[in-house]
């Protein structure tokens, strides 16, 4: 089983910027996949992106296209993701997650079998 640690989270205002990382360990796959999820109280656990490890090719989310970048260093085996001009709709615990083979989507939290602890996300308004 592949750990995930997420960091990164906290408070931000309305319009503010926050980073996220998701390392993981041992290793990762060369076929492997790493995303985002988030969960708001109430409210359904959604994918938010997601990057393949080769190639480096991204899914969003349409609610966070033009706001939310993914990146990763694949040598630390860690994603990062941007996030900018944030909203209180993204308030949410916001987990990593990991796939070791190549298929981003469907971005759905069941294709997923690794998951961080999560970080909480508040965006103020």
């Known amino acids: 089983q592949v750990q995930l640690v997420e960091s990164g989270g906290g408070s931000v205002q309305a319009g503010g910027s926050l980073t996220l990382s998701c390392a993981a360990s041992p290793y990762t796959t060369s076929t492997s996949c790493m995303g985002w999820f988030r969960q708001g109280p109430g409210k359904v656990r959604e994918g938010v992106a997601a990057?393949?490890?080769?190639?480096?090719?991204?899914v969003y989310a349409d609610s966070v296209k033009g706001r939310f970048t993914l990146s990763q260093d694949t040598a630390k085996q860690t994603i990062y993701l941007q996030m900018n001009s944030l909203k209180a709709d993204d308030t949410a615990m916001y987990y990593c997650?990991?796939?070791?083979?190549?298929?981003?989507?469907?971005?759905?939290?069941?294709?997923?079998?690794?998951w961080g602890q999560g970080t909480q996300v508040n965006v103020s308004s």
């Open positions: 997650a990991y796939l070791g083979w190549s298929g981003c989507t469907p971005l759905i939290p069941e294709r997923f079998p690794s």
């Open positions: 990057i393949y490890k080769s190639g480096g090719a991204t």
